[in-house]
């Protein structure tokens, strides 16, 4: 019987490890890819809408949704009528061979703002670095009033992606200045490192009013600049002031008087740095926030019918998986600190919203914004 219990001991400990009976498999991480194909949407809608609330969760996949959805409670995002799925590889080396599976925010973005491809660190340009033209270029040239809100500097770049062309992200102060020359009605967030006192006057002597507090009295008849922190927007669980909500509030009320319609991008930044930073505490608030805004926007969406929403993420971040801890309390898990390349949800609700009920690459997403701005 000894040698019976030691036989037994043995081969339990031999196909054991930490993840539990592995069946004598070898562990292995390290797989070949193929070329992938970039699913196109076909459909085309039976109405367009006259305004794009474009909201983009940035670093969001199904594990931050998991993780809101059974630490926040209320999940907003059961609100939306359609739902797909998204790849978001970026357009970076040759795909039999060197490419890049996982992409960064400029690419992603600039997939978003463009429908186009390109490298990693590109806002706004192509593989030849030269500048693409976005859906606020776009709704800018059919006189529609634009928008841009994120919780990050307003020149990070998300935002970068859909109203400045420069060859690589970090070229924050390049940004803001081809922001201060431009045409976008109205910008928010943070970031005011980024504007010295010189740029502000040049956006003021371009039409331009400059806000930090969202109390200000406004003129309805100039564009408007609100910086409300230095550089990104103060964490959800350490206060944030102004909240994503009441910024959003802010600009809807701004742009909703527009006789030709508006797009409005607003960018919920900080899931990604949660995913980052690997803080399940950091990730939960900025969901809370984002479910927030969710409420508010579909309210908005339900009283003005014709506006389509759209929300879905640049990229996944920090490989989020929701188990379960000790008395009955969550245990997340994440595979690194940086990006990954898992498939993203998209939501729609609104003229058009259908189309996106599928899998998708992320250019589609803004190839059909456009097709709609345009048309």
Not at 60 to 80: C, E, H, K, V
Not at 114 to 122: F, S, V
């Amino acid at each position: 019987m000894k040698y019976l219990l030691i036989l037994f001991y043995s081969i339990f400990i031999g196909c054991y490890n930490i993840y539990g009976l592995a069946l004598q498999e070898e562990k292995s991480n390290q797989i070949p890819s193929k070329e992938h194909t970039n699913y196109k949407l076909s459909d085309w809608p039976e109405e367009i809408p006259e305004s794009i609330i474009f909201i983009i969760a940035d670093g969001t996949g199904i594990g931050q949704y998991t993780l809101s959805y059974y630490a926040n409670g209320d999940f907003a995002p059961a609100r939306f009528d359609h739902i797909g799925l998204v790849a978001t590889h970026p357009n970076d080396g040759e795909c039999a061979s060197t490419c890049k599976r996982v992409t960064d925010s400029a690419a992603s973005g600039t997939a978003l703002s463009a429908g186009l491809k390109t490298y990693n660190g590109a806002i706004g340009v192509d593989k030849e670095k030269m500048p693409v033209k976005t859906m606020l270029e776009w709704a800018e040239e059919k006189d529609m009033l634009t928008g841009l809100v994120a919780t990050s500097s307003v020149t990070h770049a998300t935002p970068a992606s859909f109203a400045a062309h420069v060859d690589y992200r970090k070229k924050e102060a390049e940004i803001a200045q081809q922001y201060a020359h431009s045409d976008v009605d109205l910008i928010l967030g943070g970031g005011k490192k980024f504007w010295p006192d010189s740029l502000i006057k040049i956006f003021e002597q371009n039409n331009g009013q400059f806000i930090e507090n969202l109390e200000s009295k406004i003129n309805f008849k100039k564009k408007i600049l609100g910086l409300f922190s230095q550089d990104g927007m103060p964490k959800v669980h350490e206060g944030r002031n102004p909240s994503t909500t009441k910024m959003a509030q802010f600009a809807l009320n701004y742009l909703q008087n527009a006789s030709n319609g508006f797009f409005i991008m607003i960018e919920e930044s900080q899931v990604d740095w949660g995913g980052h930073s690997n803080s399940a505490e950091y990730i939960k608030g900025e969901m809370q926030s984002l479910n927030e805004l969710i409420h508010f926007i579909l309210d908005y969406q339900e009283e003005n019918p014709k506006t389509l929403v759209v929300l879905t993420a640049d990229h996944e971040c920090g490989g989020v998986a929701v188990h379960d801890g000790a008395d009955g309390d969550l245990d997340i898990r994440f595979t690194s600190d940086y990006h990954s390349a898992n498939f993203v949800p998209i939501f729609a609700t609104g003229p058009g919203a259908e189309v996106f009920d599928a899998f998708m690459d992320n250019t589609e997403i803004g190839r059909m914004l456009i097709e709609y701005i345009k048309n």
